[in-house]
Every structure is written in C-alpha cells, then in structure tokens.
C-alpha cells in the first residue's frame, strides 16, 4: 500500500543549526518525491522535487530507493524556515500523476 | 499568472444539508484534485478529474462527489452533511504534460458543519 510517513510532529532547532526533516514512503512502483511546505496563513506550495535535484531555499532532498527515504535537509537553518513541512508522493504515469499521497507533517521552529 | 482560486473561503451549514464548493485551475491546467484536511488525518485525497474525467478517487463516501467542466473548473459537493465533514477543503491544479507535476493548491474553503 501507498504510505509516506513523517515520523515527527514537531521539530525545532536553533537559527545557524542544521536540520533535518524526515519521510519514508512505500509504493509498489517507482514514485515521484516531493516535498510541500505551508508558511503560516500561506496556501501550501512546492519547495521541491527529487527528479529535479535542485537546491530551494538552501534545502536539498535525496532519493534512497534502498532505504525508502527522502529527507529534507538544511545546513543552516533560517528563522524564515519555520513552517509546515508535508513530504508526498505520486506515481509517474497516466492517472498515477494526478493523486498525491501526503505524509502527516511536520512543523518546524527555528529560534532566534 | 493567476493562482488557484477556491469559493467560499468559509461555509457554516448545519448536519443533514448538502453544500457545493468550487474550483478555478490556473489557466492551461487540465488536472484537478481535492483534498481534505484535517487536524486528526491530515491531507487525504479525495479524487482527481482530468479534462472531465474523474480518474482517481479517494476512500470517501458516495456522499462526496465532484465534477468538472469544460473550462476545467471543477466543483465538489457534499450531501448530507455530517459533524465530521468539517474540515479544510483544498483543491490543487496540475499541467501534468512533459514531465511538469508541480501541484498548486488554492486558499482552501473552511467548511464547519453545526
């Protein structure tokens, strides 16, 4: 079955620190990653995606097929950070794209 | 380029009523979705239309359904409302053509059910 699991709630870290964000999924085929975030009274958007490998606002994700996993990760994290974070999946197919699977979230502080 | 635009913002209706939101996708994009959200669940799926087409749909009820028109704009409808209706409405517009998934959601309508 389709699952993404975000295993903590809440995560908080001070400004400067690194962060990471954790998700493992399972899918009986070959998803497509991405990564959604919610600043506060903001729609949820984008940040990123695994088939683009970019690097959004300084934060990265890499796909571990071996490990099922695709963390968010920050070097440095920012007070601007602080936000809702929901990784998700969709298949990469026909009527697979149209449905996302979202993973709980997480909700990330950054103090000064 | 205009986002998604979703009406209501908020609705209040009382148990046992039926109520119709709407969606307008950003312009070009075919692929509408809604979800639900809530702070017990979190973000669940409701279905998915594609050019008219509803071609995925989430574990619901048949009280939920939804359509979409020609112009893509699409509308889900609730009937007989229930307490555990109240949630977060989202609906997201995709292109879904040469590899561009990106989903843009809109605002989201409030439904309360009293």
């Known amino acids: 079955a389709q699952r993404v699991t975000q295993p903590e709630k809440l995560l908080s870290v001070f400004k400067g620190a690194p962060v990471e964000l954790k998700c493992n999924y399972s899918y009986s085929g070959s998803p497509e990653l991405f990564w959604y975030v919610q600043y506060s009274r903001q729609r949820l958007q984008l940040l990123l995606r695994?088939?683009s490998r970019e690097s959004i606002k300084g934060f990265t994700a890499d796909l571990n097929k071996g490990e099922t996993s695709f963390h968010l990760k920050k070097p440095f994290a920012q007070e601007e950070d602080s936000a809702m974070y929901y990784c998700a999946l969709s298949g990469r197919g026909g009527s697979t794209l149209g449905r996302l699977y979202f993973g709980r979230g997480t909700q990330l502080t950054v103090w000064p | 380029k205009a986002g998604v635009t979703q009406t209501p913002r908020y609705l209040i209706k009382t148990r046992g009523q039926q109520v119709t939101l709407s969606c307008s996708p950003i312009?070009?994009?075919?692929?509408v979705s809604w979800y639900q959200q809530t702070p017990g669940q979190g973000l669940q799926f409701l279905f998915e239309y594609f050019s008219e087409t509803q071609r995925n749909k989430g574990n619901f009820p048949g009280r939920f359904s939804g359509r979409q028109f020609s112009n893509s704009r699409s509308e889900m409808n609730v009937s007989t409302l229930e307490l555990g209706d109240s949630a977060l409405y989202l609906c997201a517009s995709s292109f879904l053509r040469g590899g561009d998934t990106e989903a843009f959601f809109g605002q989201g309508t409030r439904l309360t059910v009293v």
């Open positions: 695994h088939i």
């Open positions: 312009s070009g994009h075919r692929s």
